[in-house]
């Protein structure tokens, strides 16, 4: 049975751990001090870079990199705190803001004296009433405490922290999204280049960071990288030669929801199973796993063949999916995966921002036509085709067989890999959220085809026993594209 | 100069020139609906994405990147030595591969699904980016079978209409209002697909402001689409009907470049035409609807003369024999010889050298519009001079000869102790002063040669037609020294003639020596004689124009 290990979380739970006495107790700030005390700002960021941190907004890119492609020379250089957390299925970062907002402040502060930022905005995602009421809260106990504002601590460190709500747009809590919106624009995303470190909110620097990445700061600075890379493993990237090692280190707050008996956020260190996911949420509610969303509703769902799968940033990538936000919706034998999607694509055919045409269009044409299909109105040809698979010396072909064709999956998968395609992991559109719509269409629609084909042949919603409606890794074309390097599985 | 790779051609390009506009120096079209060189490039369309190479590659290795890159954004640079792709190549970059025919197909696809296809009865069909592109580069049928989306028509403003349904929201318009006009008027309503073009709005859909500054139009030009439409344009004609030619603005003393479009029954419209360094991408809407006088009913078609207090129709024969007359027994000071602002080069060089030859005056006087407001837009001028051309006349009457050249009140002085005046107007629909009024009552035996009826023309005793800038060649000088062609389109109403022609006919009549054939030979005399204006042949000019050397502006 896997524990849980409470880091970021250690002290939630402690009563008025928002307020600066209690969290004081608590090693409160000391990080902080340490952070001025004993090392110099370069010191912190090759100690970020070193700990192998990951940002945990999504995208899993390191931070000590990102970090370091900010230039040092131009000033002022901003850091954004994205507190947007909107990716249906997380639930994590709000936590700590309504209840222990002054570790996201020390995590600023120690974020601002590593990059030289004199100026940090949180954009707090506008649903978060409670949430900005405290951090507000913290905020000015902090400046009170003479831990924020001019001359912290007789250091000569003047730092501010400024927050700033969101209206509500899911796009928000993409990095040059918010910052349009932090400058009182529409949020709609930036073309990159430039990227948000050159050139970020009113044309300057910006570290763009997540609540929970700044939190995990304060733990690197105070119990040293060595401790920290203890946590989670370590894989070798094999597509550098000799291999780089590619660290997944820390804990992760995973929010786990959907048909599990304990749902809610659990801190375990990176790189365990789903099963054991489960199995520390008080195990599956239903008779069997049907299938698993491991990274928010935009990752690429998984089945009940890949339980094994580790939730980690490069195990999921390589799994053709993502670990995201950390996210974790479970299904058991009595969703339909028909239903799932068309829930995911009315949310996002509502939520893209309609800035470029690939989204702006497609999205709501993929929504459509999973409402149709839904509807039973899905439209299935009279002909067949050649069927696709593996053949008979072992390899992708034709296998002799014939097919039915269903049209409108076709065109499902069609469009969808029109806005971003699948197979190529490339996107057509200004910013990820092409992705975030595509590959869930994709992956259900290939991962579950039975379920859908049988919408279309029944003309209404039909959920199949989970043996049935799911294909076989070896019979998908995307299963079979995985990459799984040696060193890799070795480990 | 970055030294880039594109398709199959080596081509040198400036540095900082993106990938669409280096294509199509080098005749490549790269698609393209939001990039507009004179705006800001969001690269929203995604329609002109291309196949870039990678420009951190492993070792040796020459290859595509695996993400397509807008054209619009990807601007190519001189790349360090050490960087260069293929030893040699600053920047290796398609637009012909498959991956990105395929995407742009699939981008046309999806601009496709909510158009209404009513090409029919749309105003930009025959010019509509989105037909031309589908045309070259689109699918062959649509896959929607939904339902699409019907936006509502809008009225923007006092000449702008949206056809909501066809806009593909590249965001034109709106950039233009934010950063050419500096006006702002437009905006994005709504999210995602339902995305609409508006103006500010009350909650009941009452107008806050409308789309009415002086560069309003323009949003109309740079539409890729049928989505706004001209008020004045709409349904007047298809504009494959439409001929066009190269000419420059009347309205002010700019001279923007235009194109003129016209089909044998009058001038249908007026559209900017590209120059870098007067009036860029751009023309104001006083220029673009200040056309309608041309094709008044009320034009001057026939000589008039006063018979019994009354302005009569006659034929050219009487009334140049009416002036002629006057004029051979009459003292050389007693004669005003006035040239117009409004006038050509051309026109205002024959009216001197008639002054200087025949008449033997030396008294030369400069009339045209009266001066109107000033306009200062962050990236667009527009002159309170309204004659296109008071610099070129004011330099061709006075120039030759020993000139003098009065204008304002010492010339309504002049004019004043006159007997005869010879006033060419060709300014439409001209106020006049009270003091340009008492001076003109007071001649004895006034010439007027214009184009329109109005109070200049009513205190005439001989009335002669001339032409406007849609019916004439020449030139024009601009406030800046830069010398421009206008160009003939349109015939003429009736009898009107071309001014010089006139003046021409007038000389001959009298006894003078005077045989040009079209306003280039004249142009060559110009270039001759007038000092600065040595380059300023029609041949030199061409659709560029070219600058006056002595111009320090």
């Known amino acids: 049975m896997v524990e849980e290990r409470r880091i970021l979380y250690e002290h939630l739970d402690v009563p008025d751990i928002n307020t600066f006495d209690v969290f004081r107790q608590y090693d409160g700030y000391t990080r902080f001090e340490k952070a001025i005390t004993e090392y110099q700002p370069e010191d912190i960021a090759k100690m970020v870079m070193d700990s192998g941190l990951k940002g945990r907004g999504g995208a899993g890119f390191s931070t000590g990199l990102k970090w370091s492609f900010v230039p040092r020379d131009i000033k002022p250089c901003y850091l954004c705190c994205n ?63 003479g831990y924020l504002g001019k001359d912290i601590r007789g250091t000569g460190l003047n730092i501010d922290i400024y927050t700033h709500p969101g209206a509500g747009a899911y796009i928000c809590g993409e990095e040059t ?65 000799p291999p780089t090692p590619d660290p997944n280190t820390g804990t992760k707050l995973y929010c786990i929801s959907g048909d599990v008996n304990e749902p809610g956020v659990y801190e375990l260190d990176l790189g365990l199973t789903c099963s054991e996911l489960i199995e520390v949420a008080g195990g599956l509610r239903g008779e069997e796993v049907k299938a698993v969303i491991p990274g928010g509703s935009s990752a690429p769902i998984l089945t009940h063949y890949e339980l094994d799968t580790r939730l980690d940033f490069t195990s999921l990538t390589l799994a053709k999916s993502m670990l995201g936000s950390g996210g974790i919706i479970v299904m058991n034998e009595t969703r339909n995966i028909v239903d799932c999607l068309l829930n995911i694509m009315k949310f996002y055919a509502h939520e893209s921002c309609g800035q470029c045409t690939p989204c702006r269009w497609g999205t709501p044409w993929v929504r459509d036509i999973v409402q149709r299909i839904a509807d039973g109105d899905g439209r299935k040809s009279t002909m067949t085709r050649p069927k696709f698979g593996v053949a008979e010396n072992g390899r992708w072909g034709d296998t002799g067989e014939t097919e039915e064709i269903y049209e409108d999956l076709d065109l499902l998968e069609s469009v969808a890999n029109n806005i971003a395609n699948v197979d190529t992991m490339t996107w057509n559109t200004i910013c990820v959220f092409g992705i975030a719509v595509s590959w869930p269409a994709v992956s259900y629609l290939r991962k579950f085809r039975p379920e859908f084909e049988a919408a279309i042949r029944e003309g209404k919603l039909v959920t199949l026993p989970v043996a049935e409606a799911t294909v076989p890794p070896e019979e998908n074309y995307a299963y079979q594209q995985r990459f799984i390097p040696k060193e890799f599985a070795d480990l | 100069m970055a030294f880039v790779k594109l398709n199959d051609l080596e081509i ?32 929203n369309c995604r329609m002109c994405l291309v196949e870039p190479h990678v420009f951190f590659p492993p070792a040796g290795a020459i290859v595509p990147d695996r993400q397509l890159a807008t054209g619009c954004t990807t601007v190519l640079r001189t790349a360090p030595p050490d960087r260069k792709l293929d030893g040699k190549y600053d920047f290796i970059v398609r637009t012909d591969s498959e991956r990105v025919k395929k995407a742009r197909a699939d981008i046309l696809e999806f601009l496709l699904v909510h158009h209404p296809l009513d090409c029919p009865v749309c105003d930009q069909a025959g010019e509509c980016d989105l037909q031309d592109y589908s045309h070259r580069h689109g699918h062959d049928k649509s896959r929607y079978l939904e339902v699409k989306n019907v936006p509502p028509k809008k009225d923007l403003g006092p000449d702008v209409l949206l056809y909501a349904t066809r806009c593909v929201v590249c965001t034109r318009c709106i950039r233009f209002a934010d950063e050419v006009s500096g006006t702002g008027e437009l905006g994005l309503v709504h999210r995602g697909s339902h995305d609409e073009i508006d103006i500010p709005r009350s909650h009941e859909g009452v107008p806050l402001q409308v789309l009415d500054n002086k560069l309003a139009g323009n949003v109309v030009d740079i539409c890729p689409v049928g989505a706004l439409i001209s008020k004045d344009f709409l349904f007047k004609s298809r504009p494959w009907f439409l001929e066009k030619a190269n000419s420059v603005c009347s309205g002010c003393s700019v001279g923007c470049n235009i194109t003129v479009e016209y089909k044998a029954d009058g001038v249908y419209r007026l559209k900017p035409r590209f120059h870098e360094d007067i009036n860029q991408h751009w023309i104001c809407d006083d220029g673009r609807l200040g056309y309608h006088y041309v094709n008044s009913d009320d034009r001057l078609q026939l000589p008039l003369k006063r018979v019994d207090d009354a302005l009569t129709p006659t034929h050219w024969a009487d009334a140049l024999a009416t002036i002629t007359e006057k004029l051979s027994d009459i003292e050389t000071e007693d004669i005003v010889v006035i040239g117009s602002a409004q006038g050509t080069n051309e026109d205002n060089y024959v009216l001197q050298q008639f002054a200087h030859d025949v008449l033997k005056t030396t008294q030369l006087g400069l009339f045209g519009q009266l001066p109107g407001e000033a306009h200062k837009f962050p990236q667009f001028t527009i002159e309170a001079d309204k004659n296109p051309n008071t610099a070129g006349a004011r330099t061709i009457l006075g120039s030759a000869n020993g000139n003098t050249v009065l204008e304002g009140d010492a010339l309504w002085e002049k004019v004043s102790s006159a007997k005869v005046v010879y006033l060419v107007s060709g300014a439409p629909e001209r106020p006049l002063e009270d003091a340009e009024k008492a001076a003109l009552e007071s001649v004895d035996f006034l010439v007027v040669q214009d184009v329109l009826p109005s109070e200049v023309t009513q205190f005439a005793d001989v009335v002669l037609p001339g032409t406007t800038f849609a019916e004439k060649d020449g030139t024009f000088t601009n406030s800046t020294g830069w010398v421009q062609r206008i160009r003939k389109t349109i015939d003429p109403p009736g009898e009107a003639r071309v001014d010089w022609e006139i003046t021409q006919q007038l000389a001959k009549q009298l006894g003078g020596e005077m045989n040009y054939h079209f306003a280039g030979e004249i142009a060559l005399e110009i270039a001759e004689n007038v000092p600065g204006y040595a380059d300023a042949t029609h041949q030199k000019i061409g659709d560029a124009g070219i600058k006056l050397a002595d111009s320090d502006q």
Not at chain 1, 85 to 94: A, K, V
Not at chain 1, 179 to 186: D, H, P, T, V, Y
Not at chain 1, 224 to 238: K, L, R, S
Request: glycine content about 10%; proline content about 8%; aromatic content about 10%.
């Open chain 2, 12 to 43: 040198e390009v400036e540095d900082g020139t993106n990938v669409v506009e280096a294509a199509r120096e080098h005749g490549i079209e790269v698609p393209h609906y939001c990039y507009h060189p004179g705006l800001s490039r969001p690269a």
């Open chain 1, 83 to 145: 507190a947007d957390e909107s990716e249906p299925g997380t639930f994590s970062n709000r936590y700590v803001l309504e209840k222990n907002p002054h570790l996201l402040i020390e995590g600023i502060l120690i974020c601002c004296y590593a990059m030289g930022i004199e100026t940090t905005y949180v954009y707090i995602r506008g649903e978060f009433t409670l949430g900005k009421k405290m951090l507000d809260a913290a905020i000015k106990e902090a400046y009170e405490k």
């Open chain 1, 177 to 241: 999204g918010l910052i349009e919106s932090l400058e009182g624009k529409r949020g709609q995303p930036r073309n990159k280049p430039p990227f948000p470190a050159v050139e970020g909110v009113f044309g300057k620097p910006t570290v763009v960071q997540n609540v929970e990445t700044l939190c995990n700061l304060p733990f690197i600075v105070g119990n040293g990288v060595e401790w920290y890379t203890q946590m989670g493993p370590t894989y070798a990237d094999t597509r550098a030669n």
